[in-house]
């Protein structure tokens, strides 16, 4: 990787699930693999842990990209209308407050006005320290359907906004560094792109490509399904994500050559641990992305279930292609998996120790059969048991939200706070709101020990 510019680490918004050591040890190991870049999400834990991020980083030699969710945050600071908010075909909005999954109305004049006003005074609230801003939208699928937005395809709905963006930072701290991302349904050039040429750098995101073959392959088929988070309609030249990823990433690189860079957004620690054992897979990419002329790669990643990839991150960060790949790396890509571990016919333990077959076959049950309540109690009791490697609060509230959405587990007689936990869509917005002089990882905890003792099968 030392040939690439950007050799870094995206945490996403876990920082709030990491204990202050957890996060000293992640930034320290970006020394050990020369990686240069880190992004910070303001949004989630920037707040909490900004002199530790600083100081470590700046021992490290790291640079700062700070992200923020735009919609999110940059309304939060204005006098926010919910009109403001994209909407569903009822014409009513998607989200009830700004939060992770936010995203904007264009057709409303107002919430422009009030995106950028809020992300003027946002700007100003900056320390000095921080040189370099990521713009990023939500996460999902919730573009507006108003009878105005639903005749604008996704990717132009969004570029009023980063226009506001890039005015609002010429304006209060022209000195900032900035970038935003190519994301869900937002792959598409628009037709009028030039505000990308005002921006430093532009993030190309992976999100649900996958991983089993390298970008551009024809060969993931069973992940045609994903085609969703790709492409807005009318606008798919390919039946899959890689190979749709690989077309606009030379299509955009053609406009706006030696601006774009990737981010890897698959390694999937939020499937409990599980690895991708596609290290290989990476590292022809990389191979790809410098024939390309790419700016470099950051790897989302974090402390919380680090153990699991701390191999295939050491053999990234070296850039150097494996001897010989793995027995799971040959066989897994003629499985038709979506995503690793998902088939609990899989035999695990022929391939893996018993801890990490006991990750793969506890993700095979969530997703094949569901949660029940003693399932529930188990996974929790077996994440809590090894929490300084694993995930246990991001798999805690996952299976207990995906049980009590599906309805297959109920709780009795849930305090307000943890019916609350469980109602949110993220664990990260969730946690973002408990109080400064509240401890959050600890707050979260006492709320997951008690819906493990108040789940029950619905029956």
């Known amino acids: 990787m030392k040939d690439f510019p950007i050799r870094g680490f995206n945490p996403c918004e876990s920082l709030l699930r990491h204990t202050p050591e957890q996060l000293t040890r992640f930034l320290r190991r970006m020394k050990e693999f020369d990686f240069n870049s880190v992004i910070i999400h303001s949004d989630y834990g920037w707040r909490r842990y900004?002199?530790?991020?600083?100081?470590?980083?700046?021992?490290?030699?790291?640079?700062?990209?700070?992200?923020?969710?735009?919609?999110?945050?940059?309304?939060?600071?204005?006098?926010?209308?919910?009109?403001?908010?994209?909407?569903?075909?009822?014409?009513?909005?998607?989200?009830?407050?700004?939060?992770?999954?936010?995203?904007p109305c264009a057709?409303?004049?107002?919430?422009?006005?009030?995106?950028?006003?809020?992300?003027?005074?946002?700007?100003?609230?900056?320390?000095?320290?921080?040189?370099?801003?990521?713009?990023?939208?939500?996460?999902?699928?919730?573009?507006?359907?108003?009878?105005?937005?639903?005749?604008?395809?996704?990717h132009e709905q969004y570029l009023p906004f980063i226009e506001a963006f890039v005015r609002a930072a010429k304006k209060v701290r022209p000195d900032l560094k900035l970038e935003t991302d190519l994301y869900i349904r937002r792959y598409s050039i628009p037709r009028r792109h030039e505000v990308f040429g005002e921006l430093d750098r532009v993030m190309f995101d992976t999100f649900y490509r996958h991983p089993f073959?390298?970008?551009?392959?024809?060969?993931?088929?069973?992940?045609?399904?994903?085609?969703?988070?790709?492409?807005?309609?009318?606008?798919?030249?390919?039946?899959?994500?890689?190979?749709?990823?690989?077309?606009?990433?030379?299509?955009?690189?053609?406009?706006?050559?030696?601006?774009?860079?990737?981010?890897?957004?698959?390694?999937?620690?939020?499937?409990?641990?599980?690895?991708?054992?596609?290290?290989?897979?990476?590292?022809?990419?990389?191979?790809?992305?410098?024939?390309?002329?790419?700016?470099?790669?950051?790897?989302?990643a974090y402390e919380p279930g680090f153990a699991a990839f701390a191999k295939s991150f050491a053999a990234?960060?070296?850039?150097?292609?494996?001897?010989?790949?793995?027995?799971?790396?040959?066989?897994?890509?003629?499985?038709?998996?979506?995503?690793?571990?998902?088939?609990?016919?899989?035999?695990?333990?022929?391939?893996?120790?018993?801890?990490?077959?006991?990750?793969?076959?506890?993700?095979?049950?969530?997703?094949?059969?569901?949660?029940?309540?003693?399932?529930?109690?188990?996974?929790?009791?077996?994440?809590?048991?090894?929490?300084d490697i694993l995930d246990p609060l991001l798999v805690s509230y996952a299976a207990a939200r995906s049980g009590w959405l599906k309805g297959s587990i109920v709780f009795d007689e849930l305090s307000e706070s943890a019916q609350e936990l469980i109602s949110r869509r993220k664990l990260w917005d969730f946690m973002e709101d408990i109080p400064v002089d509240s401890d959050p990882r600890a707050v979260c905890r006492e709320l997951i020990m008690e819906l493990y003792n108040k789940v029950r099968d619905n029956i």
């Open 107 to 154: 057709a409303e004049a107002d919430a422009v006005a009030g995106f950028q006003e809020g992300a003027e005074k946002y700007l100003a609230s900056l320390p000095d320290s921080i040189k370099r801003l990521h713009m990023r939208a939500g996460d999902g699928l919730m573009f507006c359907r108003c009878p105005k937005c639903r005749e604008i395809p996704e």
């Open 50 to 103: 900004r002199e530790l991020i600083e100081r470590e980083c700046a021992a490290c030699g790291v640079e700062i990209t700070l992200m923020v969710f735009g919609p999110r945050t940059f309304f939060s600071f204005a006098d926010w209308k919910s009109s403001w908010f994209a909407k569903d075909e009822s014409g009513n909005p998607f989200t009830r407050r700004p939060e992770c999954e936010t995203h």
């Open 316 to 387: 990234l960060a070296a850039g150097k292609e494996l001897e010989e790949a793995g027995e799971l790396e040959k066989i897994l890509p003629s499985t038709d998996l979506k995503v690793f571990c998902t088939d609990p016919e899989f035999p695990f333990e022929r391939y893996l120790d018993p801890f990490a077959a006991r990750i793969a076959r506890n993700l095979a049950t969530f997703l094949a059969r569901g949660v029940s309540a003693k399932f529930f109690r188990e996974v929790v009791e077996f994440q809590w048991s090894n929490e």
């Open 213 to 300: 073959f390298p970008i551009g392959s024809t060969c993931d088929r069973c992940n045609a399904f994903a085609m969703q988070y790709a492409a807005p309609a009318g606008y798919a030249d390919a039946v899959t994500p890689n190979e749709y990823y690989l077309k606009r990433l030379k299509q955009w690189n053609s406009f706006y050559p030696g601006k774009l860079y990737i981010h890897e957004n698959v390694m999937c620690q939020g499937y409990w641990g599980c690895p991708q054992y596609n290290t290989g897979v990476y590292l022809r990419d990389q191979q790809l992305y410098r024939e390309l002329g790419l700016g470099g790669v950051c790897y989302e």
